[in-house]
């Protein structure tokens, strides 16, 4: 079973502040997504990675996909507390069908 | 847009009832997707679905069970709830022939309680 980790579990920050999370992985993926839960609600898609080394934004979010595609790291700018949520990262190595989630990050923006 | 629609968004049931979860999707995609979500746990995978009337286990099938008689339908059935089956139920569906195969586009979730 492949496992992606993400860190940190909980980060509470203040509206403003600039924050990185992470997931990572000892296996190679052939793609990689990000998604965003709210309380309460399901996961949403926020971007896919395919690419070693690839750099895509979505507005204040920076997702990046290594080198090597087994990790792969989310940077939000000027965190607002619409952001608050949990973070998830998803990968497969190219299996039928089946993707690996991570645990999550737990992001709290306080106004 | 993608449209994923759960049954129920929250469910109390008692031990030993008989439980069904439906999931519904209209965008014609051929995989389905049951996962339950626990704190401490993350998304777990119970049973997928790649065509109608086929079925796979996933990691935590036990105590579980689905049918797929159409498309666009997948159901989840707990065939004698118990209180460890308290938890976050959330349905996914995933188009064989999109841009990148493995997103899956989620339902909003049923919370299920078991008493």
């Known amino acids: 079973t492949q496992l992606l980790e993400q860190s940190p579990q909980f980060l509470s920050i203040q509206e403003g502040e600039n924050l990185t999370v992470y997931c990572n992985s000892s296996?190679?993926?052939?793609?990689l997504q990000w998604y965003r839960q709210e309380p309460g609600e399901g996961p949403v898609l926020l971007v896919t990675?395919?690419?070693?080394?690839e750099v895509k934004k979505l507005k204040r979010l920076t997702f990046q996909f290594g080198d090597a595609r087994k990790d792969s790291s989310l940077h939000i700018t000027a965190a607002q507390p619409g952001d608050t949520g949990l973070y998830l990262c998803?990968?497969?190595?190219?299996?039928?069908?089946?993707?690996?989630f991570g645990i999550g990050t737990k992001l709290q923006v306080i106004p | 847009d993608v449209k994923v629609t759960q049954s129920s968004r929250y469910l109390v049931k008692r031990t030993g009832e008989k439980v069904f979860l439906e999931c519904v999707q209209d965008?014609?995609?051929?995989?389905m997707f049951w996962y339950r979500q626990d704190p401490g746990l993350g998304l777990r995978l119970i049973y997928f679905?790649?065509?109608?009337?086929?079925?796979e286990k996933g990691d935590i099938p036990e105590g579980y069970s689905v049918s797929r008689e159409k498309k666009e339908r997948f159901s989840l059935i707990l065939e004698s709830a118990s209180t460890n089956q308290t938890s976050m139920y959330l349905c996914?569906?995933?188009?064989?022939?999109?841009?990148?195969?493995?997103?899956?586009?989620f339902g909003p979730g049923t919370r299920l309680t078991v008493l």
């Open positions: 998803a990968g497969d190595s190219g299996g039928y069908q089946k993707v690996t």
């Open positions: 296996s190679v993926f052939s793609s």
């Open positions: 990675v395919v690419t070693g080394g």
């Open positions: 965008m014609d995609h051929e995989n």
């Open positions: 679905s790649y065509d109608v009337k086929m079925k």
């Open positions: 996914a569906s995933q188009g064989a022939r999109q841009r990148f195969f493995n997103e899956q586009f």
